[in-house]
């Protein structure tokens, strides 16, 4: 071979002895292929990296998917809701007969029991509009506009077809007349005193429930 040849060439002319702790394999250029020059980068790992790596892989694709469900999962809270006051419903059969009696001892004037019996439909069902609009109910019967105000509130953001006459529940004009009561007794009592804070508290409530008045079906 050339490379050889001129391996000894230079041997004899320095006076080394190809002995001399030099090999002719290190002239000798390497065929191609032979050197390592990046190849399969998986090479470099042993079986312990590999098993962490395909660990670390699942467990970021884990938690990317996880990310993506919880994000196409929240409810608004309206809908939230609805789904717990028809999940409620399920629950209890007997839910609409306890609405059913409280509406009869109201009627009769038996406040007490039915005070009892719509606060505890409320602790066990308070997704569910109908107690808190018995509890308006209640109120207005103790000549009690203002809590009536917040109680009707609270059913009506529950189930808006308590403003809808197109629908059986409709209890709009009860609605009316208790913002209108309402608000008699809120104006006259901030002309007394306009720093009063649970009046003007109450006059919050008051244009939020008129504004949703105005944009119901009633």
Known sequence: MLVVCRCNYFYEETGLSSDHNISTDSCRIPV??????????????????????????IFAGAAIFLVVVQILTVEPEDARADRQAVISSIVNPDLDKKIQLAKELLTAGNF???????????????????PYMLLGDFYMRNQDPLAALVEYRKGVDLNPDYLDKKTEVFQGKQVKVTLAEAKR??????AKNPA?????????VLYYMQRKVAGSCG
């Open 32 to 57: 191609s292929g032979e050197e390592d020059v990046g190849g399969n980068w998986l090479s470099d790992f042993d079986r312990l990296d590999l098993i962490s790596l395909v660990a670390a892989v």
């Open 196 to 204: 009063d804070a649970e009046l003007l508290n109450y006059r919050v």
């Open 112 to 130: 007490g029991k039915s005070e009892i019996l719509i606060k505890s439909l409320i602790n066990d069902f308070p997704y569910e509009g109908a």
């Open 185 to 190: 007794m809120i104006l006259d009592g901030l």
